[in-house]
């Protein structure tokens, strides 16, 4: 399966690819890194479609959005069309919440979703609010899609005193094809 692949180059990726330390917010983490790496690595895989905000651009596809594979020169990352067409089957609607993530791919039969976060460490910890947030959008997207890959990115050192379960809540959410990126950013 294409989307299975392509998922794992990109978590291991994800996790060894030196970080750039221009990062001042979570939205420069995404256009800075994020972006560019999967659309790399998607340009390896001719039956994945990747999807990502828009960011301001208002270039679509040509000579139409269509489900036209990554390597044509047409297809245009980060068109509002596609964007926003990719609601209707990537995003979770619960509780009477709507729930959209940071970039979606799918091949012709399962589906990806990438949530990321970017916090500062105070006193050692997480801010306790992100880490649920971030945690609850990825339980959310495994409701819906094959693989979902969490990256979170952080500022400043963490207390090993409160990493004591850190490997049991990786391991479950594994088991829900949930896969975890932690890095810290200098």
Known sequence: MSIRR?????????????????FLNEQDFEQAF???LAAEIVARYSTVLLYTHPFGNMTCC??????????????????????????????????????TFDLVAKDD????AVELKMVIVKGGRMP?????????????????????????GYRGILNNKWRRDTDAVTKTLEGQNVH???RGIE
Do not use: M, Y
Request: aromatic share 8%; glycine share 6%; with cysteine.
């Open 128 to 152: 306790n609010g992100e880490i649920q947030r971030f945690l609850g959008q990825c339980s959310l997207a495994a409701t819906k899609h094959t693989i979902v890959i969490g990256v979170f």
């Open 62 to 99: 040509s000579p139409k959005c269509t489900a036209i594979s990554p390597v044509n020169s047409g297809r245009v990352l980060g068109c509002p069309k596609c964007w926003a067409a990719s609601k209707a089957w990537a995003s979770v609607a619960a509780f009477g919440t709507h729930h």
């Open 109 to 112: 039969s399962h589906t990806l």
């Open 34 to 36: 994020i972006v560019p």
């Open 6 to 22: 392509f998922a794992e180059d990109l978590t291991k990726a994800l996790s060894q690819r030196p970080l750039p330390k221009s």
């Open 180 to 182: 975890l990126v932690f």
